[in-house]
């Protein structure tokens, strides 16, 4: 089947889907009492620079009646979130407690390649590894996560992940709320999808999961189902993290409020952007501030998305992630008219153009329409909240008519290696460039003939974006970044100086971060001397 014909057929049989005009009226099966919303614990180095780290398995009652089967860092699930501040010096114990090996990579850190936790830097079943990272960048929400290959996208979507959050001097002039877990409020959002026993249904070397990423059909935000978060009446900052593995959100406000854009991946704006929706792709963080100043209840919700094989129910209308509820209590913090001095961002001054194309084997398409359509004709639905649905919906004549035949599918060990960048499915030992430290760098970053988004994310480095499709980025997303999206065919431009060093041993990697698209080739690594 044609690629086109694909595109054509998911359109019609809400499998790929529009945005609405309009977002609102959130409707769900449960109206309930809601469960708070878990607040990571805060993990800071001690009197000697030390900070602890363990891998470990777990257990997690995410379904009523059920206890899941999970992983985390210190923890049965996720991890706590590491704070730290500019100019300090870290030196974390990372002992990993499975049975299987693991990395730690620190997303969104300006560290050289050898702490910078890739593929490369292997921590074996009860091994230890004692990076020492050095904090020289402004304020930002960053994270951690495993970066084992290919193992990556099994090993987070089972929980090993947590936030990463650098303060400064600056931010701390700026009286924006920092009250941890009270008016300074974090967001972990993640899909997931469960078997009938309970337990996490995940299988990286699926024909669909390949081609689309991991689509869930229920939301987690902090390891808790639609929980309730009661802040104090005023400004409300959310950071807030995509760790699914694939999906998209695009966030927003029940009530059709505004909120205000003050940080993206690598920290500040230059001043608050106001918003009423805001897309979040797998692995960007935004840290962005609500008014709840009129102490009435709203709800955090994601409308639908324009990404391949993410709009099936409950998907396809608004889901609600999180209830507010705002408190009798005064908030102190500030929304300050001016944030952050953002230098410009001049692709003359670049010296070096590179070019990486992200691609996929043109027979994904076909088989992974194929198999959601069977899976859309037998599978029951649920709704993001864990309430079973109606049955599916059958297909069509028309839509069966059309849909592509099944004939000889994909292997698993051609699934392993079935994407690629600049025409290369990712090779451990395999060097695609060499930067040079401190030059600025101009990156034209495209996709081959499939239409899928792909985030596509660089280590050891934060970026600014110069273009998406030729236009300029969305005011929101003129900060530094980590993270930029490719996606229907289009491109886009980055600059970009790599001011770390990373040799042959210990290279930066340049992927996708739908996960899945990572661990089956669509990763590059590069050196920096």
Same mark, same amino acid.
């Given at each position: 089947m044609?690629?086109?014909?694909?595109?054509?057929?998911?359109?019609t049989?809400?499998?790929?889907?529009?945005?609405p005009?309009?977002?609102?009226?959130?409707?769900?099966?449960?109206?309930?009492p809601?469960?708070p919303l878990p607040i990571?614990?805060i993990?800071?180095?001690?009197?000697?620079?030390?900070?602890h780290l363990?891998?470990?398995?777990?257990?997690m009652?995410f379904?009523?009646?059920?206890?899941?089967?999970?992983l985390?860092?210190?923890? /049965?699930?996720?991890?706590?979130?590491?704070?730290?501040?500019r +100019?300090?010096?870290?030196t974390?114990r990372?002992?990993n &407690?499975?049975?299987?090996?693991?990395?730690l990579?620190?997303?969104g850190?300006?560290i050289p390649g050898?702490?910078?936790?890739?593929?490369?830097?292997?921590i074996?079943p009860?091994?230890?590894?004692? /990076?020492t990272?050095?904090?020289?960048?402004p304020?930002?929400t960053?994270?951690?996560? /495993?970066?084992f290959?290919?193992s990556?996208?099994?090993?987070v =979507?089972? +929980?090993?992940? +947590?936030?990463f959050?650098?303060e400064?001097?600056?931010?701390g002039?700026?009286?924006?709320p920092s009250?941890?877990?009270?008016d300074d409020?974090p967001? *972990?959002?993640?899909?997931r999808?469960f078997?009938?026993d &309970?337990?996490?249904?995940y299988?990286l070397?699926?024909?669909?999961?390949?081609?689309?990423g991991y689509a869930?059909?229920?939301?987690?935000?902090?390891?808790a189902l639609?929980p309730e978060v009661?802040?104090?009446?005023?400004?409300v900052r959310?950071?807030?993290l995509?760790?699914?593995?694939?999906?998209?959100?695009n966030i927003?406000?029940?009530?059709?409020?505004?909120?205000?854009v003050?940080g993206?991946?690598?920290?500040l704006?230059?001043?608050?952007?106001?918003?009423?929706?805001?897309?979040?792709r797998?692995?960007?963080?935004?840290?962005?501030?609500?008014?709840?100043?009129?102490r009435?209840?709203?709800?955090?919700?994601t409308?639908?998305v324009?990404?391949?094989?993410?709009t099936?129910?409950?998907?396809?209308?608004i889901?609600?992630?999180l209830t507010?509820?705002p408190?009798?209590?005064?908030?102190?913090?500030?929304?300050p008219?001016?944030l952050?001095?953002? /230098?410009?961002?001049d692709?003359?001054?670049?010296?070096?153009?590179?070019?990486? *194309?992200?691609?996929?084997?043109?027979r994904?398409d076909?088989?992974?329409m194929a198999?959601m359509?069977?899976?859309?004709?037998?599978?029951?639905?649920?709704?993001a909240?864990?309430?079973?649905g109606?049955?599916?919906?059958?297909?069509?004549?028309?839509?069966?008519?059309?849909a592509?035949k099944l004939g000889p599918?994909l292997t698993?060990?051609?699934?392993?290696t079935?994407?690629?960048?600049n025409?290369?499915?990712?090779?451990?030992?395999?060097?695609?460039?060499?930067?040079?430290?401190?030059?600025?760098?101009?990156?034209?970053?495209?996709?081959?003939?499939?239409?899928?988004v792909?985030?596509?994310?660089?280590?050891?480095?934060q970026f600014?974006?110069?273009s998406?499709?030729?236009?300029?980025?969305p005011?929101?997303?003129?900060g530094?970044?980590?993270v930029?999206? *490719?996606?229907?065919?289009?491109?886009s431009?980055?600059? =970009?100086?790599?001011?770390?060093?990373?040799?042959?041993?210990?290279?930066f990697m340049a992927?996708?971060?739908?996960l899945e698209?990572?661990d089956? +080739?669509m990763?590059?690594q590069f050196?920096v001397s």
């Amino acid at each position: 089947m044609r690629r086109r014909d694909v595109l054509e057929l998911l359109a019609t049989t809400g499998l790929a889907a529009a945005l609405p005009t309009r977002v609102w009226g959130v409707s769900r099966s449960s109206t309930g009492p809601r469960a708070p919303l878990p607040i990571p614990e805060i993990l800071e180095s001690d009197e000697n620079g030390l900070a602890h780290l363990k891998f470990q398995t777990g257990n997690m009652p995410f379904l009523e009646g059920f206890s899941t089967h999970t992983l985390g860092i210190n923890g /049965p699930y996720l991890a706590p979130t590491i704070k730290a501040t500019r +100019g300090q010096k870290i030196t974390f114990r990372v002992e990993n &407690g499975l049975e299987e090996p693991v990395t730690l990579h620190w997303h969104g850190l300006e560290i050289p390649g050898h702490v910078d936790g890739g593929p490369h830097q292997i921590i074996e079943p009860g091994g230890i590894w004692t /990076p020492t990272l050095h904090i020289d960048q402004p304020a930002a929400t960053c994270w951690y996560h /495993p970066h084992f290959y290919p193992s990556t996208a099994d090993l987070v =979507v089972k +929980g090993l992940a +947590g936030l990463f959050v650098i303060e400064d001097d600056e931010i701390g002039k700026l009286s924006l709320p920092s009250d941890w877990g009270i008016d300074d409020i974090p967001l *972990v959002i993640q899909d997931r999808r469960f078997t009938p026993d &309970g337990e996490i249904d995940y299988e990286l070397l699926d024909i669909v999961n390949v081609a689309t990423g991991y689509a869930g059909d229920k939301v987690l935000v902090n390891g808790a189902l639609y929980p309730e978060v009661k802040p104090p009446a005023g400004w409300v900052r959310f950071r807030m993290l995509n760790g699914s593995n694939a999906r998209s959100y695009n966030i927003a406000m029940s009530d059709e409020r505004p909120f205000y854009v003050i940080g993206s991946d690598g920290g500040l704006l230059s001043e608050p952007v106001k918003v009423t929706s805001i897309p979040l792709r797998a692995a960007e963080r935004y840290e962005v501030l609500v008014s709840t100043h009129d102490r009435k209840p709203f709800e955090v919700v994601t409308t639908p998305v324009q990404q391949m094989g993410m709009t099936t129910p409950p998907f396809d209308k608004i889901v609600p992630l999180l209830t507010v509820t705002p408190s009798a209590q005064e908030a102190t913090g500030k929304m300050p008219d001016q944030l952050a001095n953002l /230098p410009s961002a001049d692709p003359t001054l670049a010296t070096v153009t590179r070019r990486l *194309v992200l691609a996929m084997d043109d027979r994904l398409d076909g088989q992974a329409m194929a198999l959601m359509m069977e899976r859309k004709m037998s599978q029951p639905m649920a709704d993001a909240n864990g309430q079973s649905g109606n049955d599916a919906m059958p297909l069509s004549q028309d839509e069966a008519m059309k849909a592509p035949k099944l004939g000889p599918l994909l292997t698993r060990e051609e699934l392993k290696t079935i994407n690629s960048i600049n025409g290369r499915s990712f090779d451990m030992q395999h060097i695609e460039f060499e930067a040079i430290q401190g030059r600025l760098e101009h990156w034209i970053i495209s996709q081959g003939t499939d239409r899928m988004v792909h985030p596509v994310h660089l280590h050891g480095c934060q970026f600014r974006i110069l273009s998406l499709d030729g236009e300029p980025p969305p005011a929101y997303a003129q900060g530094w970044k980590d993270v930029v999206t *490719v996606s229907g065919g289009r491109t886009s431009e980055i600059l =970009v100086q790599f001011n770390h060093k990373a040799d042959a041993n210990s290279p930066f990697m340049a992927h996708c971060h739908i996960l899945e698209h990572e661990d089956t +080739g669509m990763m590059t690594q590069f050196i920096v001397s």
